[in-house]
């Protein structure tokens, strides 16, 4: 489409039809319209020296012609007697848009005219009401294809975005759990390598007093025998106790077997926080929403905050359990974050029209107002540059509504803040738009 | 009897405090905290050689305890002990807890015993000349006939391809002899021709990764204060600076002025310190590596120039 590099002028769209004098009768007129060369024509201009008198149409000659007698009592009149004398007017250095809005506002319907080209009010020719609204409808077109080009290419650096907030706070939270795991599977190695140790030292021992045992039993073992392996088990026996480990058996075999059940939840955990093995969409409680991201988040949370949960009964809700974790998480870590010292993260959940309502309050820093408007803004960020892509809470704002839910934030500077979600306990009938898609990726 | 050496490790996780303390109970008198300001507490009333302490626990930073152990108990070695390695707390623990090694979570139990007792070893021998520094006068005494003193006239080698921190540092210490180098090479010919103090050096140079030749350095001459500017962030690459180079400071590029000079200043002050006493100095012994793992050009040329060092005759 050529049209949308240079901008179209009426000139391009005009036909040169030669005029007729206004003095022509009606008749030749009429024998005019009937000819080949003007068959294309609704109309017929009227003009005098250069002057556009009006416009004569099918239409027109018609309606004398269809009086009784029409033909006889007005073809041998002049035309300039049933001509529109005031047709409509286009300089022909006009831009189409412009034609086109003029043409449209004075048109009459239904269309019997087209309209007269002028070059500084002197006759150029004709223009088609037709072929202008042709042109038009090709622009709009060109226009919608440029809207949808413009429309993928924004979709596409968008899930680009999404996807990289999901990778950052994913390494985030691959973090966080490597971390958490590591301390289980700290004591647990330590207390495997000192029970191997133990149980060598036993080892030897054991067998120092069945040594000791036999050499008793034995008739012929002398005195000396007797107590060199008496002070060989005797010492094994020492070595064995030095460890204080006898004692501690139980302890650090409970200590073992808990560390191996931290890890096991941790691991479920991740599963479950991020829901690979389940339905896209799922009747979750969301209480376990919420413990799930606690914990996936809990090495960032417990050197900032004592965690209060303050869990109400709660209806199943329908929605999908991953990302509606993943906005828990990303609120729970910016609470975590808003702490500069030590604070309190509160959770409040319960039951609400049709629906559960859960808040998230902190009493960290909070935010001004100014602040507060833009959070739910798309790359708006407090953060330090490489410290957060300022999608996160834009991402979570769009789970949310998706979901049918509504996600407000009221915060107070030096005090705290404190989000409020609702989520329905049914979604409306499986409405997804494509922002969903690229949510959910 | 003698006293049994004492350590204090400090973890929120009482489990991890258990099997320390059953791993260590027999050779050492073992202390626990689970929490900076129990941990406060304890060296408050109590003289320690090692400080172990866990990064991420509520309150209060592993590196802010073990910078306030610094304060409290210089003598004490202070190693880290995390599951996590983050870069704020690596940095962290360089530069304000200067600490002796880094370890992991989880751990080898061997390679724990032998860091704590090198570090245990260690804390002993240099209680004392350190205790020494800290009293105003000095008694002038056998153990503390280093060649140099406190008013060491050592070189500051600055190895970098751009001349902003060599103009920078030579313009805020007139009459300290400050060097320019752009190359490994020439940094080792200044450091051959003159003693050196203090190396401020990237982390990044033409001939590669330059870690490997601080290590090979801090080893043969571990009275060399670093001082390593970088934008590079990796955390095994810092980790490896604290355990295998014992660098002095980590500085990001861009570097602020303040905390350059600031850096500089504390540099010159330990190597005072550190080169009147060897004791002192194995407090900054490095960890073992393997040598076959180092690239051959690098660990030759260091050598060449310890070499050449071997043979200058000891300063006046």
């Known amino acids: 489409m050529a049209g949308q590099q240079t901008p179209t002028r009426i000139s391009d769209l005009v036909m040169r039809v030669h005029p007729i004098p206004p003095q022509m009768r009606v008749a030749d007129v009429a024998d005019l319209f009937l000819a080949e060369a003007c068959a294309d024509l609704l109309c017929l201009p009227v003009v005098r020296g250069g002057e556009t008198l009006g416009i004569v149409s099918r239409y027109d000659i018609m309606r004398v012609f269809l009086r009784q007698y029409g033909r006889e009592v007005f073809g041998a009149r002049p035309i300039e007697r049933f001509m529109n004398p005031s047709p409509l007017l286009v300089e022909q250095s006009t831009g189409i848009e412009e034609a086109s809005r003029y043409v449209r506002q004075h048109m009459r319907l239904p269309i019997t005219e087209d309209f007269v080209v002028v070059e500084n009010g002197e006759y150029r020719g004709m223009g088609m009401v037709t072929s202008l609204l042709e042109k038009m409808e090709q622009r709009v077109a060109a226009r919608g294809q440029a809207l949808v080009r413009a429309n993928q290419h924004l979709k596409a650096s968008q899930s680009h975005l999404v996807q990289s907030e999901k990778m950052a706070s994913l390494g985030q939270m691959v973090a966080g759990v490597a971390h958490e795991i590591n301390t289980p599977l700290g004591y647990v190695r330590s207390n495997v390598e000192l029970v191997r140790d133990f149980a060598a030292r036993t080892a030897t021992a054991l067998v120092a007093s069945g040594n000791l045992v036999r050499s008793l039993m034995d008739e012929r073992a002398t005195d000396d025998e007797i107590s060199q392996h008496l002070a060989v088990a005797t010492a094994e026996q020492d070595s064995v106790a030095e460890t204080g480990i006898l004692d501690e058996l139980d302890n650090l075999f409970d200590d073992t077997l808990h560390g191996l059940g931290e890890i096991s939840e941790l691991v479920l955990n991740l599963r479950n926080f991020s829901r690979l093995d389940r339905a896209r969409v799922d009747r979750v409680n969301l209480n376990e929403c919420l413990d799930s991201a606690l914990t996936i988040g809990r090495n960032l949370i417990k050197q900032k905050a004592e965690v209060v949960r303050d869990y109400g009964d709660l209806p199943q809700v329908e929605c999908a359990a991953s990302q509606i974790n993943q906005v828990l998480l990303n609120i729970l870590t910016n609470a975590a974050q808003a702490i500069d010292d030590f604070g309190v993260i509160r959770l409040q959940s319960r039951a609400l029209d049709e629906g559960v309502e859960i808040r998230i309050s902190d009493n960290g820093s909070g935010m001004p107002e100014t602040v507060r408007q833009r959070i739910f803004d798309p790359f708006y960020t407090t953060k330090p540059v490489g410290q957060g892509t300022g999608l996160g809470l834009s991402i979570s704002y769009q789970i949310i509504t998706q979901h049918g839910g509504s996600i407000a934030v009221a915060s107070t500077p030096g005090a705290g803040t404190e989000f409020r979600l609702w989520l329905p306990q049914q979604q409306a009938a499986t409405q997804r738009t494509p922002a969903t898609e690229a949510a959910a990726g | ?316």
């Open chain 2, 1 to 316: 009897m003698q006293l049994k050496p004492t350590v204090l490790f400090v973890d929120d996780e009482e489990r991890i405090l258990r099997t320390l303390n059953l791993a260590f109970g027999a050779r050492y008198r073992v202390l626990t905290a689970n929490g900076g300001a129990r941990a406060l507490e304890l060296l408050r009333e109590n003289t320690v050689q090692v400080v172990v302490s866990d990064q991420r626990m509520p309150h209060m930073t592993g590196v802010e305890v073990l910078r306030q152990a610094r304060e409290m108990q210089p003598a004490a070695m202070r190693i880290l002990l995390t599951g996590y390695a983050e870069l704020a707390s690596i940095v962290g623990s360089i530069n304000d807890g200067e600490i002796f090694r880094y370890v992991q979570k989880p751990w080898q139990l061997d390679a724990l015993r032998n860091t704590l007792e090198e570090a245990v070893a260690i804390a002993e021998q240099s209680a004392a000349p350190l205790l020494k520094k800290h009293q105003p006068q000095k008694t002038g005494n056998e153990s503390t006939a280093a060649p140099a003193g406190t008013e060491d006239d050592g070189a500051i080698v600055v190895l970098d391809q751009r001349p902003d921190l060599f103009e920078l540092i030579r313009d805020s210490r007139p009459g300290r002899p400050v060097l320019s180098a752009g190359t490994l090479d020439e940094a080792l010919a200044h450091m051959a021709e003159q003693p050196t103090a203090v190396l401020v050096t990237d982390l990044n140079l033409p001939e590669g990764d330059i870690t490997d030749a601080l290590r090979l350095l801090k080893a043969r001459q571990p009275e060399l204060v670093t001082i390593v500017v970088t934008a590079f962030r990796d955390t095994t690459h810092l980790i490896r600076l604290i355990n295998q180079a014992q660098v002095y400071r980590v500085l990001p590029r861009p570097v602020s002025r303040n905390m350059l000079l600031r850096g500089v200043e504390s540099a010159l002050r330990h190597h005072g310190m550190i080169s009147a006493s060897p004791a002192l100095l194995r407090r900054h012994r490095v960890a073992e590596a393997n040598e076959v793992a180092v690239d051959n050009g690098v660990a030759s040329r260091v050598r060449g120039y310890l070499d050449r060092l071997r043979g200058r005759p000891a300063p006046v």
